[in-house]
């Protein structure tokens, strides 16, 4: 990708100087392939330049059949990148573990190191079969890259590879946010499972990662509740953050999907006018991070 952030005497002098202060953000929407409706909301909202970002279940249902269109059509807007899924179940996949188990087994060093590589490796390559590219960033369903066990055997794996890609960091916004107690001691929880471990060990094999991480929740609550939400990750947010979100076209998601109604509530509040103003009203300006690491600016490179 060219970012605007790039080169002299171009694009970057012609900004004003507002532009220059904005706070970059990327809005990466997680487990494209799910569902259908999960993809459609994806290219909607990509279209609106709402996203800058998607992660991708490799073995889900919906993954193959809208893999190139999603190359294709948003590989320029949109980082694409793999969802390291080892504990959700689908057909014709290898089985996995149950997520509380691997946890248990990640902190007890009890995995198998070789399979958990090999289920790595396999993953990345049907990603790359179904994509033709390799992807641009890597996170975990769950946050499950991070574990003990799993984040190096994730690294080992990139550093064979010769990849270059830019790894999720899960640890909340330094600045306080103010959202319900129940909503911090959740993201305080995923930061714990591996994020200042991870953070370290992708800074020793210089690997590129999000600053921080918003966006966590439980999952429930009104349209106002999520859109006060919004508003507060928005105002804690700082340059090189990440928002993680889970959207799916409203009136098409499997009923079935436990967060289904979530999912459409999320898409609902991106795609409308409420949200631009609460980017213009927060300074925010969302971007790829692929395009904030090539303009050297706002990003954890070592």
């Given at each position: 990708m060219t970012s605007a952030w790039e080169g002299s005497g171009g694009v970057e002098e012609q900004k004003p100087a507002q532009d220059k202060r904005r706070k970059?953000?990327?809005?990466?929407?997680?487990?494209?392939?799910?569902?259908?409706?999960?993809?459609?909301?994806?290219?909607?909202?990509?279209?609106?330049?709402?996203?800058?970002?998607?992660?991708?279940?490799?073995?889900?249902?919906?993954?193959?059949?809208?893999?190139?269109?999603?190359?294709?059509?948003?590989?320029?807007?949109?980082?694409?990148?793999?969802?390291?899924?080892?504990?959700?179940?689908?057909?014709?996949?290898?089985?996995?573990?149950?997520?509380?188990?691997?946890?248990?087994?990640?902190?007890?060093?009890?995995?198998?190191?070789?399979?958990?590589?090999?289920?790595?490796?396999?993953?990345?390559?049907?990603?790359?079969?179904?994509?033709?590219?390799?992807?641009?960033?890597?996170d975990g369903h769950r946050h499950v890259h991070q574990l003990p066990m799993v984040r190096e055997a994730l690294l080992d794996v990139l550093q064979r590879r010769g990849s270059r890609v830019w790894v999720r960091c899960t640890l909340p916004p330094k600045k306080a946010v103010a959202q319900p107690g129940k909503d911090r001691f959740k993201a305080a929880v995923i930061a714990a499972l591996g994020g200042r471990r991870l953070k370290r060990l992708a800074r020793e094999r210089g690997l590129a990662q999000n600053r921080r991480m918003l966006g966590v929740y439980g999952f429930s609550g009104t349209e106002a509740a999520h859109q006060a939400r919004l508003s507060a990750w928005l105002a804690a947010a700082g340059d090189g953050d990440l928002l993680m979100c889970h959207t799916a076209l409203p009136g098409q998601v499997a009923p079935a999907d436990p967060m289904a109604a979530a999912r459409q509530l999320e898409h609902r509040l991106l795609a409308g006018d409420a949200f631009g103003r609460l980017l213009e009203a927060h300074n925010v300006q969302i971007e790829p991070l692929s395009v904030q690491i090539s303009g050297r600016l706002g990003c954890n490179l070592i």
């Open positions: 970059r953000l990327v809005v990466c929407v997680d487990d494209f392939g799910l569902d259908g409706a999960i993809n459609d909301s994806v290219f909607a909202l990509a279209a609106q330049a709402r996203i800058s970002a998607t992660s991708c279940l490799v073995d889900a249902p919906y993954w193959r059949a809208d893999a190139r269109r999603l190359v294709n059509e948003c590989g320029q807007r949109l980082d694409i990148g793999l969802h390291l899924n080892l504990s959700e179940a689908f057909p014709h996949a290898p089985a996995g573990h149950r997520w509380a188990a691997l946890v248990v087994k990640a902190y007890a060093r009890a995995l198998d190191r070789t399979a958990l590589q090999a289920e790595i490796e396999r993953q990345f390559d049907v990603f790359q079969q179904a994509a033709g590219r390799a992807p641009d960033f890597v």
